[in-house]
């Protein structure tokens, strides 16, 4: 976490100086912001690497050993991590198409949902995290063959998920016309862009709590292994998310109010198929969980 921090600290002044030509720099425009994430990110794996590759590290962890191909190991990482890879792949496509979309509506749309989406990104990062912790512990404990601590994780997820997705949703619903404010910089169509924006922020607040319950659900069915059902299912339901967004926009020409209830009716579905896969226990069959351990 320090690594990334430095990172950003680093990507930030940087970037500015190469956008604006700052500091004896070029001026570089939207091309500098790109130089300056590369640097940054570059500047952040160097730091890792330092780190990973300290003298304490190499004697404490056996780091040089460790640089032989095991099959075994590569084969497993393989079977569970290629359909999370797969996943993530399709999802993000299929999201960054439904906002292209959303965005061919004009100028008041664009700008409502970037303004929508900076706030939900304020949710989610750290809810990824969170996904990522309980993940790893999940998978963790059941390697070990503890599902009393794995459920044990499981319920802190529930309660860190839910109760930090609880006050974010409660300030987005109360406080959403200051926080749309914050990104009002023009007069021009200002009044159209802050009633769009402010609807689509209730949308936001209702479903930003079912993404604290799907970030913990996707992080224990993908700890204990259960990786290719959870591709199956969010990739499925993405994909149906766009074609029905794809008839929303440009085959009957709703507004943008119809389709954005259309997304967030999406996020709904989604996090109840997880849950209802977490509740049904299958994934805890134990010849299912035998073979996450197979090489």
């Not at 500091?23 to 590369?38: D, H, M, Q, S």
């Not at 997304?263 to 209802?276: Q, T």
Request: proline share 2%; net charge neutral; charged share 15%.
């Amino acid at each position: 976490m320090v690594c990334d921090v430095l990172g950003i600290l680093l990507n930030i002044p940087l970037s500015w100086c190469l956008i604006f030509g700052k500091a004896g720099l070029p001026t570089l425009g939207i091309a500098g912001a790109a130089y300056g994430t590369v640097i940054s990110t570059v500047f952040t794996i160097v730091i890792y690497l330092l780190f990973y590759l300290a003298k304490e590290n190499r004697e404490l962890f056996k780091i040089n050993s460790s640089f032989v191909f095991d099959r075994g190991i590569t084969g497993r990482y393989l079977r569970l991590g290629f359909p999370s890879g797969l996943e993530m792949f399709l999802n993000v496509a299929a999201f960054n198409l439904f906002l292209l979309m959303f965005q061919s509506y004009g100028i008041v749309e664009a700008a409502s949902a970037t303004i929508v989406f900076n706030w939900d990104i304020l949710s989610f990062v750290p809810l990824l995290g969170l996904n990522i912790a309980v993940m790893s512990m999940i998978g963790r404990f059941v390697g070990a063959g503890d599902m009393h601590k794995a459920n044990e994780v499981t319920t802190a997820g529930y309660i860190l998920g839910v109760g930090y997705s609880l006050f974010l949703a409660l300030n987005f619903l109360v406080f959403r016309d200051v926080l749309v404010e914050i990104f009002i910089f023009y007069e021009e169509d200002a009044d159209a862009i802050r009633s769009l924006s402010r609807y689509m922020m209730v949308g936001l607040s209702c479903y930003v709590l079912c993404e604290g319950m799907l970030q913990v659900a996707t992080g224990v069915l993908r700890g204990a292994g259960d990786t290719r059902w959870v591709m199956w299912a969010s990739t499925s339901m993405h994909w149906a998310m766009l074609v029905i967004q794809f008839l929303i926009i440009k085959v009957f020409a709703f507004g943008p109010r119809f389709s954005w209830i259309g997304f967030v009716i999406m996020i709904l579905g989604l996090a109840s198929v997880f849950i209802y896969r977490l509740g049904s226990n299958r994934w805890r069959d134990p010849d299912k969980l035998q073979a996450v351990m197979t090489e």
